[in-house]
């Protein structure tokens, strides 16, 4: 993508991503690279500047000044920061790197759509749509610029919130006029998952069974050369593609199976946070309400029910989780909020219904504000809505007795449970 790029060169420091976003609100566009990254890399990246985030100790490493040197040695203008800090950040890179701040939402999806079209030309193009913001600002960034030579296809895994299937459905075909095939897939996914507790391994074979399901729609289709993903930069950040360390895989990074049938993958998201995502579905024209809806992950319900997965144990927190969403749209806390929902746990413990003894479930209601997803801070809901849920939950939903509150942030937490 021909756009003024400063280049985020990480020494083991825990600021990198904060910096990079930091150029990126200035409208200049960055990427993290590890030092590790050879210098080859560096000179396709053509960077206007070069921000080496250090750690003290990382620096003094052996081998670490050397590597220095030779990126001073490529005469682009480099600074050395250990943390964020707006003013330097913005001398550097609107003084000696030249920038005028050219990153925004209209000139992404523009230069996206050359790129776009420059790709696959008049291939046919298969879209997993899952109904959430990342592919759902794939989806529409695809169909402006190709148009009817997009399929999306939306895999109702049987792992979705409650009526979900059914809303992604009329929206895209009703208001949006996709080509959108629905494929009831639920058994065979929750069949693959039986038994299946580790969480890593659930999101292994929820990643494989898509690209299966894909693989088997475009053979109905006919030739169909390219696969769509609503991959964003916080998926291949958390799973270790810029070598900082494996927080967990994604399912539309880490999750997929090595031997595919498509030629080739798209992923027009992959370079932004979030809050860019929601910014260019703006742009695009998607419905405020869906653009800022919050994040829900690929893997589903599967990795919010804590152990193995079961038809019961889903239909128990689909309807906890649409009850604790009703409570918090109440409240008009919705859009205060950057996610919340509620997590089925594998502990079981003694209570009281009508009367009688119970040995049932815990429930986990998890909420968090965040601008990226890339660190979080608990939300402070009041008592008072909490109650209402807890109580709500325990009277409405079969084989719950207790309620519990997440104050956990991120990090050390992660946002979702598994």
Same mark, same amino acid.
């Given at each position: 993508m021909q756009q003024e790029t400063i280049l985020v060169l990480n020494f083991g420091s825990e600021h990198s991503q904060r910096i990079a976003r930091e150029v990126r609100d200035l409208k200049v566009y960055s990427e993290i690279l590890p030092y590790t990254a050879p210098i080859e890399r560096i000179k396709t990246l053509n960077p206007k500047?070069?921000?080496?985030?250090? %750690?003290? %100790?990382?620096?003094?490493?052996?081998?670490?000044? =050397?590597?220095? !040197?030779?990126v001073y040695h490529l005469g682009i203008p480099t600074v050395i920061i250990s943390e964020p800090c707006g003013d330097e950040i913005r001398d550097f890179i609107f003084g000696p790197c030249e920038c005028s701040g050219t990153w925004t939402p209209s000139n992404f999806i523009q230069n996206s759509i050359d790129i776009i079209k420059e790709k696959v030309g008049d291939?046919?193009?298969?879209?997993?749509? $899952?109904?959430? /913001?990342? $592919?759902? /600002?794939?989806? +529409?960034?695809? #169909? =402006?610029?190709?148009?009817?030579?997009?399929?999306?296809?939306? +895999? %109702?895994?049987?792992?979705?919130?409650? !009526?979900?299937?059914?809303? +992604?459905e009329e929206i895209f075909k009703g208001k949006f006029h996709l080509n959108l095939i629905r494929v009831n897939a639920q058994d065979r996914f929750l069949d693959r998952l039986a038994g299946v507790s580790d969480p890593e391994a659930k999101r292994m074979i929820i990643g494989e069974e898509f690209i299966r399901v894909f693989e088997e729609e475009s053979k109905k289709l006919g030739k169909i050369d390219f696969l769509v993903q609503g991959t964003i930069y916080p998926d291949v950040i958390e799973s270790g593609a810029d070598e900082s360390g494996l927080v967990k895989s994604h399912h539309n990074v880490?999750?997929?199976?090595?031997?595919?049938?498509?030629?080739?993958i798209i992923e027009p998201l992959r370079n932004l946070f979030k809050d860019e995502v929601r910014r260019v579905g703006e742009e695009l024209g998607i419905p405020h309400h869906m653009v800022w809806r919050q994040p829900f992950p690929g893997p589903g319900l599967?990795?919010?029910?804590?152990?193995? /997965?079961t038809r019961e144990k889903l239909q128990i927190i689909r309807e906890a989780d649409a009850i604790y969403r009703d409570e918090i749209a109440k409240a008009g806390l919705d859009r205060e909020i950057w996610q919340y929902f509620a997590v089925l746990t594998d502990m079981r413990s003694v209570g009281v219904t009508g009367g009688k003894r119970t040995y049932d479930y815990t429930v986990a209601l998890r909420g968090v504000t965040s601008v990226d997803g890339m660190r979080a801070n608990w939300a402070r809901i009041p008592?008072? /809505?909490l109650d209402r849920v807890s109580s709500r939950i325990t009277n409405e939903v079969a #084989?719950?007795?207790?309620?519990?509150?997440?104050? $956990? $942030? =991120?990090?050390?937490?992660?946002i979702e449970w598994e």
């Open positions: 500047g070069i921000i080496v985030t250090v %750690d003290a %100790d990382n620096l003094s490493a052996e081998g670490a000044d =050397k590597y220095i !040197n030779q291939k046919r193009v298969l879209c997993a749509l $899952s109904g959430g /913001v990342d $592919s759902s /600002v794939a989806a +529409v960034l695809m #169909h =402006k610029a190709i148009g009817d030579q997009l399929v999306c296809v939306f +895999v %109702d895994h049987g792992l979705l919130r409650k !009526n979900e299937g059914d809303e +992604v880490g999750g997929l199976p090595e031997d595919f049938d498509f030629r080739e599967a990795i919010r029910v804590i152990g193995d /997965v008592h008072e /809505v #084989h719950v007795n207790r309620v519990v509150y997440d104050i $956990s $942030s =991120k990090p050390p937490a992660t």
